[in-house]
């Protein structure tokens, strides 16, 4: 009876050591995937911009209260930061970008992003860069879109 005992209670050990292990791999897939689905959000968004214009690619992807912090300005927010999208020309140049990295809360509904940006003139021949940072908040659709978005000019060149 003791040796049966002995052997549960190993057995035992065995099993609850093995689900912790596995539990924390799969919740680390799991970051991984919530941080590459926002990853992919953003990027999407570059192309977009690429594809379709800064103001359609911004009109798509900032929510409803979103605000932008752009040198020199007060934050623009909500309806406000959606009218000044609508004024932006943006058939002088493109924008791209590229998310360098993704980080999402636990909960699963809000992360950033952050990453290198140029600006391309169509008119003259010149190059601008800079950093960004964009906070994201998942919408009810599953959809990714930005709540608040900075820009940090001067970069100099491409890294």
């Known amino acids: 009876m003791v040796k049966y005992v002995t052997v549960l209670i190993i057995i035992t050990n ?16 799991v970051a991984f995937s919530k941080n590459e689905s926002l990853l992919k959000a ?20 900032i929510d409803s209260n979103g605000v932008l912090l752009r040198p020199n300005q007060m934050p623009i ?22 998310p360098l990295n993704a980080v999402v809360a636990a909960s ?16 003259i ?10 906070i994201w908040k998942k919408q009810a659709d599953g959809k990714w879109k ?5 820009n940090n000019e001067g970069l100099g060149k491409e890294e």
């Open 42 to 61: 953003d990027n999407d968004f570059s192309l977009l911009s690429a594809e379709k214009g800064l103001r359609k690619a911004y009109l798509e992807n």
């Open 77 to 98: 927010a909500g309806a406000d930061a959606v009218d000044f999208i609508i004024g932006l020309k943006d058939t002088g140049y493109s924008m791209l970008w590229k």
């Open 125 to 134: 021949d010149t190059t601008l860069y800079g950093t960004y940072v964009s």
């Open 108 to 123: 699963g509904d809000m992360g950033y992003t952050y990453g290198v940006y140029k600006i391309k003139s169509s008119v």
């Open 146 to 150: 930005f709540v608040l978005q900075s």
């Open 14 to 29: 065995v099993l609850i050591n093995s689900s912790c292990e596995f539990s924390k791999k799969n919740s680390g897939d």
